[in-house]
């Protein structure tokens, strides 16, 4: 058993074998007739690091705010753990994101007048729902933010600031991460460590991570790739390499 999992349960240790996510002809019309999804059909198992990529406007975000239940798909089924998402309304799909959805954004989106610690139980609190100390303690100490706790994010590096919104993204053992360009403001070592990192709580925790990047040497440390064009997926890549990935972009006319 891994070191941390250490007397604590994993994140989705439920026993059966219900996907993650499962996307079922999924489409998206914006008003004025921007088709950004089109069709689009996926599982993604527990356990799995996906990465998804495609040239700009291919569907990225759309898909993201969909599955993420940010956004309604105009059609198709959105099941996270089970759970169908598409046809509720927004305070049903609200309440769904804070049991059952992490976040984790390019720009970190910490709260500026708020401790470390505070920013992490942030979610938490607003969900009415106690934090699991242990739990957190557990995160804490494997990003390695311990001696950080009672700084404010601007005391933080980059890295540090990234590694306290995984925390916080993991603190309700959400079913699935979703990481929007997680290092796109990390320099190279801190964009390493925080995939790295990323990489490690999807292998050691089977939690589920769903990364949308530009960057191919990003998305070659996820399990699997998507690539996306015209709002649909026109590619799966398992144990994707930056070169497979970047040369499949530049295919596309993006690279
Ligand atoms: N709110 C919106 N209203 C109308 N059209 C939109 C809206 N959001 C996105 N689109 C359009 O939908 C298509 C897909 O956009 P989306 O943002 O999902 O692509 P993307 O792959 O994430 O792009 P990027 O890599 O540039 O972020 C594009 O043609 C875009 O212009």
């Known amino acids: 058993m891994s070191k941390l999992l250490k007397g604590v349960e994993a994140a989705s240790a439920a026993p059966d074998h219900t996907p993650a996510i499962a996307l079922a002809h999924l489409g998206k019309t914006y ?14 198992e527990r356990g799995t690091f996906l990465a ?4 700009s406007g291919s569907g990225k975000s759309t898909l993201m705010h969909c599955a993420a239940g940010l956004d309604a ?31 984790v954004f390019q720009s970190y989106n910490l709260v500026p007048s708020l401790s470390v610690a505070d920013n992490i139980t942030l979610p938490l609190r607003l969900a009415g729902r106690a934090p699991d100390q242990e739990w957190l303690r557990t995160l804490i100490e ?7 706790l009672t700084h404010r994010p601007a005391e933080l590096s980059g890295g540090q600031q990234q590694r306290a919104a995984i925390v916080r993204a993991l603190a309700a053992r959400p079913a699935v991460v979703f990481a929007d360009e997680p290092t796109g403001a990390l320099d190279l070592r801190s964009a390493h460590e925080v995939l790295n990192l990323l990489r490690d709580l999807v292998d050691e925790l089977r939690q589920t991570v769903v990364m949308v990047t530009h960057d191919p040497a990003a998305a070659a440390q ?25 040369a499949r972009l530049v295919a596309l006319g993006e690279g």
Request: no cysteine.
């Open 31 to 44: 008003p004025g007739g921007v088709r950004a999804l089109d069709d689009v059909s996926l599982t993604v």
């Open 52 to 55: 998804v990529m495609g040239p």
């Open 142 to 148: 494997r990003v390695d933010l311990a001696d950080r």
């Open 222 to 246: 996820a399990h699997q790739a998507l690539v996306m064009a015209d709002g649909r997926v026109v590619d799966t890549l398992h144990t994707p390499t930056a070169a497979d990935l970047a």
């Open 73 to 103: 798909p105009t059609v198709g089924s959105v099941r996270i753990d089970g759970y169908e998402i598409a046809g509720l309304n927004e305070t049903r799909r609200t309440e769904l994101r804070r049991e059952r959805i992490g976040f």
